[in-house]
Structures are given as C-alpha cells and as structure tokens.
C-alpha cells in the first residue's frame, strides 16, 4: 500500500526557520514517485487551508500568506518533498499535512494524506 508521512514538526521561536519533509513509501516495494504534492495547515479551531504545491516537473505554487517566506521544494530520488519555513510568525502555528499523489510502475496515481506534523511558533 501506499502512505505518506510527515515529519520536522516542532517549536520554533518566531523569525526562525524550519524544514518539514513528507516522505512516500509503498509497501510492496514496487518503483513509485511522487507527482503532485501539496502541503496543508490546520490551526486549531480554523479550516484546513492550502499552503504550497509542487508539481511532478518541479512547478510550485504559493498561498499568498506564505510567498517569500516558505519553500517547496522535492527530491525524487528520496520520493520526498519538503516545505522550508522562514521567518516564522505565530500565526503559522498549525498541523501540517502532506497531500500527495503518489504513481506506481503499475497504477495511476493514488492521493494520499499525511498523518500531520504539529508546528508550534512561540511569539
């Protein structure tokens, strides 16, 4: 089966700086890649919002909020794509999930989520 888990959530002060990584994985062991991939927030008590998204050629798009500020980015030879966060603000404060789509040698495309990483920023 295919999965998706994220990872490099923690505290930071604001203004600094952190990385998270959404690694795809397949059960089987079969050769996959990520295509698309998307990174989510939720903060508590708010709608889950969409941060940034990367496409398979490398392409990205970026919520307003987070322009010149976050980064995505992947490498396809570790099936992983980040999301590196500067100048963080408490109002980055979140969980946040990985969306991907996730192709197989054999399949088209499955979606995946992430389990979440919690993001605090301390202001």
């Known amino acids: 089966q295919v999965e998706v888990v994220e990872s490099g959530g923690g505290l930071v002060q604001a203004g600094g700086s952190l990385r998270l990584s959404c690694e795809a994985s397949v059960t089987s062991g079969s050769i996959f890649q990520i295509d698309r991939a998307s990174w989510f927030r939720q903060a508590s008590g708010k709608q889950r919002e969409l941060v940034a998204t990367?496409?398979?050629?490398?392409?990205?798009n970026y919520a307003d909020f987070v322009k010149g500020r976050f980064i995505i980015s992947r490498n396809n030879w570790k099936n992983t794509v980040y999301l590196q966060m500067n100048s963080l603000e408490a109002e980055d404060t979140a969980v946040y999930y990985c969306?991907?789509?996730?192709?197989?040698?054999?399949?088209?495309?499955?979606?995946?989520w992430g389990q979440g990483t919690q993001v605090i920023v301390s202001s």
């Open positions: 990367i496409a398979a050629d490398g392409s990205t």
């Open positions: 969306n991907a789509d996730v192709r197989t040698a054999i399949t088209n495309p499955v979606n995946r």
